[in-house]
């Protein structure tokens, strides 16, 4: 069987014979640690092949663990010559012939793994930590076939194996994300969770989840009931770009109960994903000001004629910088640090971008609580605004992250940034000492066009093909090596405005998100030293993957009818993409 692994693995041992060949006595045994892989196991490859998968002697809390590599006391072992699937005399200690046996081993770094595949003692995996673990069994399942990728057994015909072969493997980057924007069109729950399983599908394990703008509030907040049943919802929905002439009139909207998120964030976490919410402040607000109308700036426009905007760009709608305003949100990020719990959201994002500043210009309780703190500007405010939620977060144990913009005016140290609008910001964060995630527009923005042809769907900014995003490098050069060391990972964003739902989604994202996971997974020669075709290569494979999850990817020959939008207007932006 081919071994076209996405993302490519650090180091794979020669194929040998058959090694492995999954049946309905196979087992698997689960050291302490381990359960989460063992449910995900048993729950997916048990159902795409018909296997029950039953655990294996060894497992459970008295099972032992790895040590530094070796295979003492590790689970799965039985004494007195018997052991699941074969029998082996004369009273040794063997290793079970037909158990996939899921183990720690401290000597791998956190994230790495060691996938052991042997004729004689079957299917090891050893991680570092429990996601270490999770990942091996990752790339389990895409040794197994695409139709591992099933939910039910599509053939009775016997598994043809695996090789017999050991991989090494670790990811370059702590930080592999995705950003998904549900505030511009909401993506239902449990769409939301079968993202989840595709970004695990690729070992990216940080979901942005950006649940507030202008044009939806997505998340339930008790305090503030109106933030949902006013917020969540618009009268009608602009068609295409804000240029385009098209409106789809239909009432629009949704949100996720705290419930919803608190099963959103379980999910993840036993994908060893960590979620980071966003809510968007100060700008990008129009929607909470709807519902709330003292948010805004009263003594400006009158803010209770504003509803949930129904078009795209950037709103000159902005939060009043009051103390009435913070003790809201302060109030609102109560609750998200709640349904957001710290071990699996460390981070909070809160926006910051594109906040357009000429309301506060004009606005005397603006231009009075500038000259009370003794402020330069109006840039000066909003560093002061998100200054106050970074001092609130940290001293609730939480980071704040936020976009590139946060830098102007001045940002606390322990902030974070995640860089957009180029490698610009990214650089200046990362030489100023803080931690930066790289997302630039140019580069990594998903909702660009994927090809110059005339039959893309509603074609929005440059053309990003599979083979720039493979190419994309997340630490330029000429970083300082202390700064580079601030360089937490990369994340791909994906904005909604054209995406009425989970297929358009699904269009934009794949297969340029295979090529991202590569780039933050793994260890890659420079950008230009790529081997993309071997990657194509490789993709062909996976392609059957993506049809066996259901996706609908952009086929490499371009769209399928049902996927075209003729007529609606784009946006595309010609050439290639300035480097900034």
């Given at each position: 069987?081919?071994?076209?692994?996405?993302?490519?693995?650090?180091?794979?041992?020669?194929?040998?014979?058959?090694?492995?060949?999954?049946?309905?006595?196979?087992?698997?045994?689960?050291?302490?640690?381990?359960?989460?892989?063992?449910?995900?196991?048993?729950?997916?490859?048990?159902?795409?092949?018909?296997?029950?998968?039953?655990?294996?002697?060894?497992?459970?809390?008295?099972?032992?663990?790895?040590?530094?590599?070796?295979?003492?006391?590790?689970?799965?072992?039985?004494?007195?010559?018997?052991?699941?699937?074969?029998?082996?005399?004369?009273?040794?200690?063997?290793?079970?012939?037909?158990?996939?046996?899921?183990?720690?081993?401290?000597?791998?770094?956190?994230?790495?793994?060691?996938?052991?595949?042997?004729?004689?003692?079957?299917?090891?995996?050893?991680?570092?930590?429990?996601?270490?673990?999770?990942?091996?069994?990752?790339?389990?399942?895409?040794?197994?076939?695409?139709?591992?990728?099933?939910?039910?057994?599509?053939?009775?015909?016997p598994h043809p194996g695996i090789p017999a072969l050991e991989i090494e493997d670790a990811p370059r980057f702590a930080w592999r994300g995705l950003m998904l924007d549900v505030s511009r069109h909401f993506m239902p729950k449990d769409d939301v969770l079968r993202y989840l399983d595709l970004l695990?599908?690729?070992?990216?394990?940080?979901?942005?989840?950006?649940?507030?703008?202008?044009?939806?509030?997505?998340?339930?907040?008790?305090?503030?009931?109106?933030?949902?049943?006013?917020?969540?919802?618009?009268?009608?929905?602009?068609?295409?770009?804000?240029?385009?002439?098209?409106?789809?009139?239909?009432?629009?909207?949704?949100?996720?109960?705290?419930?919803?998120?608190?099963?959103?964030?379980?999910?993840?976490?036993?994908?060893?994903?960590?979620?980071?919410?966003?809510?968007?402040?100060?700008?990008?607000?129009?929607?909470?000001?709807?519902?709330?109308?003292?948010?805004?700036?009263?003594?400006?426009?009158?803010?209770?004629?504003?509803?949930?905007?129904?078009?795209?760009?950037?709103?000159?709608?902005?939060?009043?910088?009051?103390?009435?305003?913070?003790?809201?949100?302060?109030?609102?990020?109560?609750?998200?640090?709640?349904?957001?719990?710290?071990?699996?959201?460390?981070?909070?994002?809160?926006?910051?971008?594109?906040?357009?500043?000429?309301?506060?210009?004009?606005?005397?309780?603006?231009?009075?609580?500038?000259?009370?703190?003794?402020?330069?500007?109006?840039?000066?405010?909003?560093?002061?605004?998100i200054g106050h939620f970074d001092t609130w977060l940290t001293e609730r144990g939480r980071r704040l992250i936020g976009w590139d913009e946060i830098l102007e005016g001045g940002l606390p140290q322990g902030a974070a940034v995640s860089s957009w609008r180029g490698y610009a910001g990214g650089i200046?964060?990362?030489?100023?000492?803080?931690?930066?995630?790289m997302c630039p527009e140019q580069q990594v923005y998903l909702d660009h066009r994927q090809h110059g042809g005339p039959d893309e769907p509603m074609p929005i900014g440059f053309v990003r093909t599979l083979e720039d995003v493979y190419r994309f490098e997340p630490v330029p050069p000429g970083l300082?090596?202390?700064?580079?060391?601030?360089?937490?990972?990369?994340?791909?964003?994906?904005?909604?405005?054209?995406?009425?739902?989970?297929?358009?989604?699904?269009?934009?994202?794949?297969?340029?998100?295979?090529?991202?996971?590569?780039?933050?997974?793994?260890?890659?020669?420079?950008?230009?030293?790529?081997?993309?075709?071997?990657?194509?290569?490789?993709?062909?494979?996976?392609?059957?993957?993506?049809?066996?999850?259901?996706?609908?990817?952009?086929?490499?020959?371009?769209?399928?009818?049902?996927?075209?939008?003729?007529?609606?207007?784009?946006?595309?932006?010609?050439?290639?993409?300035?480097?900034?």
């Open positions: 069987m081919p071994m076209d692994l996405i993302p490519a693995p650090g180091r794979i041992g020669d194929a040998g014979r058959c090694g492995f060949v999954p049946d309905r006595s196979t087992t698997i045994t689960a050291a302490p640690g381990t359960e989460d892989t063992e449910r995900w196991l048993r729950a997916t490859l048990g159902a795409a092949f018909g296997l029950p998968l039953a655990p294996g002697a060894g497992s459970g809390p008295d099972a032992g663990h790895a040590g530094s590599g070796t295979d003492a006391g590790h689970a799965g072992s039985t004494a007195g010559g018997g052991h699941a699937g074969s029998t082996a005399g004369g009273g040794d200690t063997v290793r079970a012939r037909n158990t996939v046996e899921l183990l720690i081993d401290p000597a791998l770094a956190p994230e790495g793994y060691r996938l052991s595949v042997d004729p004689e003692s079957g299917v090891r995996v050893a991680g570092g930590g429990a996601a270490g673990v999770f990942w091996g069994a990752q790339t389990l399942r895409q040794l197994l076939g695409p139709d591992a990728f099933r939910r039910a057994p599509v053939t009775a015909e695990a599908a690729h070992k990216l394990n940080v979901f942005h989840f950006h649940l507030t703008d202008d044009q939806g509030w997505r998340v339930e907040i008790k305090r503030h009931p109106r933030l949902t049943e006013v917020g969540a919802w618009r009268a009608r929905t602009k068609y295409g770009h804000r240029a385009s002439e098209l409106w789809d009139e239909t009432p629009y909207g949704g949100y996720y109960t705290q419930d919803d998120i608190r099963e959103i964030v379980a999910y993840a976490a036993e994908r060893h994903i960590s979620v980071v919410p966003e809510i968007d402040i100060p700008g990008h607000s129009q929607a909470a000001i709807s519902a709330y109308p003292e948010l805004g700036n009263t003594d400006v426009i009158d803010t209770t004629t504003l509803s949930v905007w129904d078009t795209w760009g950037i709103n000159p709608n902005v939060l009043a910088p009051t103390d009435n305003t913070l003790r809201f949100f302060e109030g609102v990020f109560e609750e998200i640090l709640e349904l957001f719990p710290a071990a699996t959201s460390p981070f909070i994002h809160v926006g910051g971008d594109e906040c357009l500043k000429d309301q506060w210009r004009k606005s005397p309780t603006a231009q009075a609580r500038i000259a009370e703190l003794g402020l330069a500007d109006e840039d000066g405010l909003q560093a002061w605004f200046a964060a990362a030489e100023a000492g803080h931690d930066v995630v300082s090596e202390e700064a580079a060391r601030h360089i937490l990972g990369t994340q791909a964003n994906v904005w909604t405005e054209v995406m009425q739902n989970r297929a358009r989604v699904d269009y934009q994202v794949f297969p340029r998100l295979a090529a991202f996971a590569e780039v933050a997974w793994s260890a890659l020669p420079a950008s230009a030293d790529r081997d993309f075709s071997d990657f194509e290569r490789r993709m062909t494979t996976h392609y059957a993957r993506l049809d066996a999850l259901g996706v609908d990817y952009r086929p490499p020959g371009g769209p399928l009818p049902w996927q075209q939008r003729p007529g609606i207007l784009g946006r595309p932006l010609e050439g290639p993409p300035p480097n900034v």
